[in-house]
């Protein structure tokens, strides 16, 4: 007969984020071990990118870090963890698409800076 690994007791939410926010580290790791699966799942159906998708849960949950105080119960920590893991998707995503249209080769960089320097030289004459 096989044996089955051993269930882990379900985490008291509300007592590990008050715990937390008292500078309990052991509560801000259960708090990251009870919600990782989640912020990770949201980046990674996101982004269909497991790197990005870990990236994205590391930034969310040191921003939770800095932000424990404003936190007033488990719900709240469940909701504030959706809005700022889909924000912070939507933000990585905006980021990506400036840098793509911003990124021009040295030659359209010459081509606008001569438009730009021979419009100048034609206004003063």
Known sequence: MTSLAPVPAPVDEASELRRAQRGDHDAFAALIEEHEGMVYSIALTFFDDRTRAEEIAQEVF????????????????????????????????????????????????????????????SASR
């Open 62 to 121: 040191l921003q939770l870090y800095r932000s424990l105080d404003e936190l007033e119960s488990a719900a709240h920590l469940r909701f504030w963890l959706r809005q700022v893991t889909s924000r912070r998707c939507i933000d990585a995503t905006r980021r990506a698409k400036f840098r793509a249209s911003a990124s021009f080769s040295p030659f359209v960089i010459r081509k606008i800076w001569t438009h730009r320097t021979s419009a100048g030289s």
